[in-house]
Each structure stands twice: as structure tokens, then as C-alpha cells.
């Protein structure tokens, strides 16, 4: 992936809802260039840098991040508090795509700056027209702020 722009990035740590949201956005054909990590702390990196590992290397911006809120190691909201509140990263867009349909939730997400929160629906053919649309609205209608 070096040298590559990531165009998504999904912070998802289960793996069938990785392989359930990959296959969606191939569906819709909206799969190049998509990369995911497994944690928080993963999602930080990827951004940051990894302070441990000095052979890091940057991976540029994505249009777009697909976050959920239950993630080991460092949790979804920490995360949108940490991207939302640095300058480098403030104006990516943040999808919170998650289980939780928690009003607690959705109100503190809104707080910290996500640009929108959805819940995953469990239909499968719902799922696959709710990334078609997010994909087409985000990578190809948005008009993102230039570096």
C-alpha cells in the first residue's frame, strides 16, 4: 500500500462485518483502495505513527473513515475525539458505522465532530444499498477540503 492514497479507511474489528462491509462496497464497485485496521490503537497509527516503530511509514489521508465505536484497545470514540481534535485530521470525514443505536452515543459522536453516525442494518440487501450510497455520496459527490 505504500505511496498509495487510501480512498477508506475501515476501523472495524470483526472480521465478518469487515468481510460483510468489503463485500458491500464490491458490490457497488467502490473498492479500490481501501484499507483496515483491526483496533483504535491501529486507527492512531495509521495517522500518528507508531512511536515503537521508527520504520513506520505515512500512508496518505483517506476520503473517508468508516469507524465503529467498539473497538479493543483504544474505542471508537477515543478515536474521533483524537482525529477530530488535531488540525492534521480535523477535516477528514468520519462515518461512525456501528451496532450501537444508543442515544448517548449518537449525541456524543455528534459532539466530537462525526460528519455521520449510521447503524449498521442487519438485512444484508439494506447493508449493500447503505454502502452504495455512502460510497457515492463520500467518494464521489463530497467535495473534500484540499491539502
Do not use: C
Amino acid at each position: 500500500m505504500e505511496n498509495e492514497k487510501v480512498e477508506i479507511l475501515l476501523v472495524e474489528d470483526n472480521p465478518n462485518d469487515v468481510e460483510l462491509t468489503l463485500h458491500a462496497l464490491k458490490k457497488s464497485h467502490l473498492t479500490n483502495n481501501i484499507h483496515v485496521v483491526r483496533d483504535g490503537e491501529e486507527a492512531l497509527a495509521f495517522f500518528f505513527g507508531n512511536p515503537d516503530n521508527i520504520l513506520d511509514k505515512k500512508i496518505p489521508g483517506p476520503k473517508v473513515i468508516l469507524l465503529d465505536l467498539k473497538l479493543p484497545k483504544i474505542d471508537g470514540m477515543e478515536v474521533l475525539r483524537q482525529l477530530k481534535g488535531n488540525p492534521a485530521t480535523k477535516s477528514i470525514p468520519v462515518v461512525v458505522l456501528t451496532s450501537s443505536n444508543e442515544e448517548r452515543d449518537i449525541v456524543e459522536t455528534y459532539s466530537l465532530g462525526v460528519n455521520s453516525y449510521i447503524v449498521k442494518p442487519v438485512d444484508f440487501a439494506k447493508f449493500v444499498q447503505a454502502m452504495h450510497t455512502l460510497g457515492m455520496y463520500w467518494l464521489m459527490l463530497n467535495r473534500p477540503l484540499q491539502d
